[in-house]
């Protein structure tokens, strides 16, 4: 333990900086230390919500359920929507937005598809579609409020706006559907709202969903609570504990079939029984879960492993669980891995295919004049994209939009038929019907990249020490549904543990959230994804500091830039766990005190000056009002890692006022 005068905090914003102007040493960090709260302290009391709303934010597809606090066990998905795909059978709606000409919300999924699909181009121009913008918060590297995107035709708007505005569809949409259900103008503040997020997520992507629901209206920033941020893997694990047996399929016991989308293959290891039981819960869209733990968690022991690996659109998840009986709460094992290795991987190799054929030049063109007909090449390539299976023989025919051979025409002066047969791509050819044909191989070629990063971390995860002995994987999310996925992690796992696909694998997460807005203790420990800490002075010590971190002060010689850890990357920390820290104000009438957070991968770092070390956030605390006559004001910082997102609390040490902290990851 340091004492008071070892370790001096320093900081360009409580002060300038040490090393240019000396005039007070700033704010003093009292002895460190870890507390562990009893459990009763999670729930925040006084807060009695009458139903629970999961959004599932995808990036490829969104979508609600909910359930009323009196009756957890019944989950209800949403009403089915308007629209469809044929071929692909949907639960959720596309993650689509159209904005009219002059950017205010017009329609959002497939009513914003059809609508924008049936504009005139000339007219479609000045409209604003965005898809598949989820991506964005996970790929920008420094993210920001202001943050913008990029529409179909070229124009840019702000994220947080669009987000906003999706998220406030869906808040009209379940408040509609539960006044129905209730027979009464249902109120906002009866919800508890849950938004899903990728595990692998930074926390200004969690932050930048938490300002996009206070910017929508779902909840205010008066009432935080009122909003829980899910990790989507999770609530995948959550929901994979309460499975029956005829809710899932146990890939170990039985493989993926020709000719068969994964699919019918559920079905032909399904008694009509319980083929009758899937088509009626699916067309009630209430799940009753087992109150219970399930029959596949029976055969679960305390400490046994597993790992859920969440499949989506954008990004791809790994989460290492075990579990902890009798109440069956769940354990982190190893931190959240995983990449943006979504099924949107075979899309962009599929347009990669497309301008090899046709010429960049002519693809970012077509793109940009005909956006709604590119949409539609994309729509007729995802229903073919999910009829690929290992071991199929027949072709894969993808329907050209008229426009597409007709632009073609107008660009190059020949056909799309003779691009075909001049490219040098042998395993694409055209159909008198107006369709590309493509041979199973080229199809599965186009997946490769993907399953391959994805299997790569498999093997990396497989490895680790924490990673062993894993009883179940669960395959969850839409790109589960992939045969020839499936297929790679079977021949990956070579047996070592059973693989289980949920029925309805697209909702799992989306159920899953429901339960975790029900009881959001039951994810006890989690690992710090990070080292969070901040830049400190402590005395010099000769031979253990680098003599160029010397810094002295009024005949005292201090290092400078000291790394003090509040945690480390894959500690394990409990729910409701604190890092207490004790701060004072360089001067008395000082009102806000700033202090820089510093991240980093690496789990142990000694300075903040260190390469992987960056300023990722900033702890603000409001002592205004807080002057007492005390000679030397004494701050209490705590702050909490347990949880999906990270929080602060303070308080006056000698007056016991709490103090307003907090952490913000967004403006740097």
């Not at 909840?219 to 047996?245: G, M």
């Not at 025409?409 to 020949?414: L, V």
């Not at 010590?541 to 160029?548: N, W």
């Not at 990722?616 to 999906?644: K, N």
Request: charged fraction near 25%; aromatic fraction near 8%; glycine fraction near 6%.
């Amino acid at each position: 333990m340091t004492t008071k005068e070892d370790n001096i905090l320093t900081d360009e914003m409580a002060n300038p900086s040490p090393a240019k102007s000396l005039g007070d040493p700033g704010i003093t960090p009292l002895s460190p230390t870890h507390i562990q709260q009893n459990d009763t302290d999670q729930v925040p009391s006084g807060m009695a919500f009458v139903v629970v709303v999961a959004i599932d934010f995808g990036t490829t597809s969104s979508g609600y359920a909910y359930a009323f606090t009196k009756e957890p066990e019944c989950i209800h998905t949403m009403r089915r929507w308007e629209g469809g795909d044929p071929g692909v059978s949907n639960q959720k709606t596309p993650t689509t937005i159209l904005l009219t000409p002059d950017r205010k919300f017009h329609s959002f999924g497939y009513a914003a598809r059809d609508f924008y699909h049936d504009l005139d181009p000339s007219e479609s121009k000045h409209w604003l579609y965005l898809e598949k913008f989820k991506m964005k918060l996970h790929t920008t590297a420094n993210l920001s409020i202001n943050t913008d995107l990029q529409a179909a035709n070229g124009k840019r708007v702000k994220a947080l706006d669009i987000f906003a505005y999706a998220l406030a569809f869906f808040k009209e949409q379940a408040l509609k559907e539960l006044s129905d259900q209730t027979g009464g103008e249902f109120d906002n503040n009866d919800v508890r709202w849950v938004i899903t997020v990728p595990a692998i997520w930074k926390m200004p992507a969690k932050q930048f969903m938490r300002e996009a629901a206070y910017k929508s209206g779902l909840v205010s920033r008066d009432n935080p609570e009122q909003l829980v941020i899910a990790l989507e893997p999770e609530a995948a694990s959550i929901y994979c504990r309460k499975l029956r047996l005829h809710q899932m399929v146990d890939l170990s016991i039985q493989t993926t079939q020709n000719d068969f989308s994964p699919t019918d293959n559920l079905g032909s290891t399904m008694t009509q029984a319980n083929k009758e039981h899937v088509r009626r819960n699916r067309q009630s869209r209430t799940f009753l879960v087992e109150n219970v733990v399930g029959e596949l968690w029976s055969e679960l022991e305390e400490g046994d492993r597993y790992v859920v690996v969440d499949c989506g659109g954008g990004t791809v998840d790994l989460t290492v669980h075990q579990i902890r009986l009798p109440e069956g709460h769940l354990k982190e094992l190893y931190k959240a891995s995983g990449g943006p290795y979504g099924s949107l991987g075979i899309d962009y190799e599929f347009e990669k295919l497309l301008c090899q054929i046709f010429g960049q030049d002519f693809i970012d063109q077509f793109k940009i004049k005909r956006p709604a007909a590119w949409v539609d090449l994309m729509i007729a390539f995802e229903s073919r994209k999910r009829a690929a299976a290992p071991g199929r023989a027949n072709p894969l025919n993808i329907n050209l939009p008229f426009s597409f051979i007709d632009y073609y025409k107008k660009f190059r002066g020949h056909s799309v038929e003779h691009a075909l047969r001049k490219s040098n791509v042998d395993f694409v050819k055209w159909s008198s019907q107006g369709m590309l044909r493509m041979s199973p191989d080229a199809m599965n070629s186009l997946f490769k990249p993907t399953i391959d990063h994805i299997i790569q971390h498999l093997n990396e995860l497989f490895e680790k020490p924490e990673v062993s002995d894993i009883k179940f994987l669960f395959l969850v999310g839409g790109f589960a549904e992939s045969a020839l996925l499936q297929q790679a992690v079977q021949n990956m796992l070579e047996g070592r543990s059973r693989i289980i696909i949920p029925h309805d694998v697209g909702l799992t997460i989306l159920k899953g959230a429901v339960l975790f807005g029900l009881d959001p203790s039951i994810i006890k420990v989690r690992r710090s994804p990070l080292t969070y800490g901040v830049g400190v002075l402590n005395r010099f010590v000769e031979g253990k500091h680098p003599p160029e971190k010397l810094l002295v002060k009024d005949g005292t010689r201090w290092c400078t830039d000291v790394f003090d850890t509040f945690i480390a990357a894959d500690q394990s920390v409990a729910l409701g766990e604190m890092v207490k820290r004790s701060y004072t104000p360089a001067k008395p009438s000082q009102q806000v005190i700033v202090i820089h957070v510093y991240c980093t991968e690496k789990e142990s770092v000694g300075f903040i000056s260190e390469s992987g070390v960056k300023k990722c956030g900033s702890l603000r605390l409001d002592v205004s009002g807080t002057e007492s006559a005390a000679p030397r004001r004494e701050i209490q910082t705590l702050m909490q890692f347990g949880d999906t997102e990270i929080r602060a609390m303070a308080v006056d040490v000698s007056t016991g006022r709490t103090v307003k902290a907090s952490i913000d990851f967004l403006s740097h």
